[in-house]
């Protein structure tokens, strides 16, 4: 059966461990608050109702790419573009190709950085498959501008990053949103997460230190999934009636 990601592809690896995608959400999560674009995530009301739900909702779209056979992958994205079609109809406007690019790139960066804090270092060439299976769900989109190779990606990231980010208004709101469905002490372990996952120039407009609390715990943490407890430890970091999508986060490859 050919499938959109290859078997043996680090992307599968990445996607298939909750903890590297609680990672993700926790790097996007906090470059999304900050993204100029920001307002459209607003438009549907739906993420600042329900942000933990949103993030489940991003995973399910996310693993039926990365794991299903190529047409149903393909069907996947074009649902997601249809989407937000009907999104930009309904406003009367377009969506900025530079946002679309955003999200990208946050799935390339946050995929590799979630990795490289939680398992070991990637090799250049893992990173460009990293890249290249976002960059074919980019293509699919019909995204603009996209970069051709990983090293290309580094540049216009870091060009976005300086140009696509800002705090304001919605930027409060959300990290309001985050502290109420996640409660204080999931809050900080949230923030905490941010400290250690994010780019500097998303911590400078967030105002958190480099430092994070959680950088001695990690070893700690690659301990205990070898003895099975992590399991234990995840369901502290979500709330309980997410009990169901916390088992699923871990994920065995078809």
């Known amino acids: 059966m050919d499938y959109f990601v290859d078997k043996k592809s680090i992307v599968r690896e990445i996607w298939g461990k909750g903890d590297t995608i609680l990672f993700i959400f926790a790097g996007a999560s906090a470059?999304?608050?900050?993204?100029?674009?920001?307002?459209?995530?607003?438009?549907?009301?739906?993420?600042?109702?329900?942000?933990?739900?949103?993030?489940?909702?991003?995973?399910?779209?996310?693993?039926?790419?990365?794991?299903?056979?190529?047409?149903?992958?393909?069907?996947?994205?074009d649902h997601i573009s249809s989407i937000h079609t009907s999104v930009e109809n309904k406003r009367g406007k377009s969506i900025p190709d530079w946002a679309y690019r955003d999200v990208l790139f946050m799935l390339i960066g946050y995929s590799i950085m979630s990795f490289e804090i939680l398992e070991r270092k990637l090799n250049p060439s893992e990173k460009e498959e990293v890249f290249n299976v976002f960059w074919r769900v980019g293509k699919r989109m019909n995204l603009k501008n996209l970069p051709q190779n990983?090293?290309?990606?580094?540049?216009?990231?870091?060009?976005?990053?300086?140009?696509?980010?800002?705090?304001?208004?919605?930027?409060?709101?959300?990290?309001?949103?985050?502290?109420?469905?996640?409660?204080?002490?999931?809050?900080?372990?949230?923030?905490?997460?941010?400290?250690?996952?994010?780019?500097?120039?998303?911590?400078?407009?967030?105002?958190?230190?480099r430092f994070s609390l959680l950088s001695p715990i990690i070893p700690a943490y690659k301990i205990s999934r070898s003895i099975k407890i992590d399991g234990f430890l995840k369901s502290l970091i979500l709330p309980s009636e997410y009990k169901a999508e916390i088992r699923s986060l871990d994920r065995t490859s078809p």
């Open 150 to 209: 990983f090293k290309e990606f580094e540049k216009m990231r870091q060009e976005h990053l300086e140009q696509n980010l800002q705090y304001g208004e919605y930027t409060r709101d959300l990290y309001k949103q985050y502290r109420k469905h996640l409660g204080p002490l999931r809050y900080h372990l949230l923030l905490e997460t941010q400290k250690l996952i994010t780019p500097r120039k998303v911590r400078d407009y967030l105002n958190l230190r």
């Open 31 to 77: 470059e999304f608050a900050l993204n100029k674009a920001v307002d459209w995530l607003y438009y549907t009301g739906r993420l600042p109702k329900d942000p933990l739900g949103r993030l489940f909702s991003t995973v399910s779209y996310a693993r039926e790419i990365v794991f299903s056979e190529k047409q149903s992958a393909l069907k996947a994205i």
